[in-house]
Nanobody, 117 residues
Framework: QVQLVESGGGLVQPGGSLRLSCVPSGSISSIYAMGWWRQAPGKQRELVATANRDDSTTIANSAKGRFTIGRDNAKNTVILQMNSLNPEDSAVYYC???????????WGQGTQVTVSS
């Protein structure tokens, strides 16, 4: 069982930045992949970004060039840096962990990101 604690959501103006953090209950180095999904009202859940244990990353096309993801093993944290935010980025962001590649999967409680003037 892996518990995930998220932080960093909030309200930001268009063009602004936010940083989301996710801390697992165990060692991050033992987790195959971690990342973030998001879900906006009336929309399907979207995989935003993934950071793998081998330091490879993937970013959704909708976020490329604006979002970056990385693991900080020293702080046992996964960080999603979101820049140039726009209202379409408004959603609840969920941290997830894929323990061994293909599961088991664990989820955080979600953190709200609202982009609005």
């Amino acid at each position: 069982q892996v518990q995930l604690v998220e932080s960093g959501g909030g309200l930001v103006q268009p063009g602004g930045s936010l940083r989301l953090s996710c801390v697992p209950s165990g060692s991050i180095s033992s987790i195959y992949a971690m990342g973030w999904w998001r879900q906006a009202p009336g929309k399907q859940r979207e995989l935003v970004a993934t950071a793998n244990r081998d330091d490879s990353t993937t970013i959704a096309n909708s976020a490329k060039g604006r979002f970056t993801i990385g693991r900080d093993n020293a702080k046992n944290t996964v960080i999603l840096q979101m820049n140039s935010l726009n209202p379409e980025d408004s959603a609840v962001y969920y941290c997830y962990a894929d323990l061994r590649g293909g599961g088991p999967f664990f989820w955080g409680q979600g953190t709200q990101v609202t982009v609005s003037s």
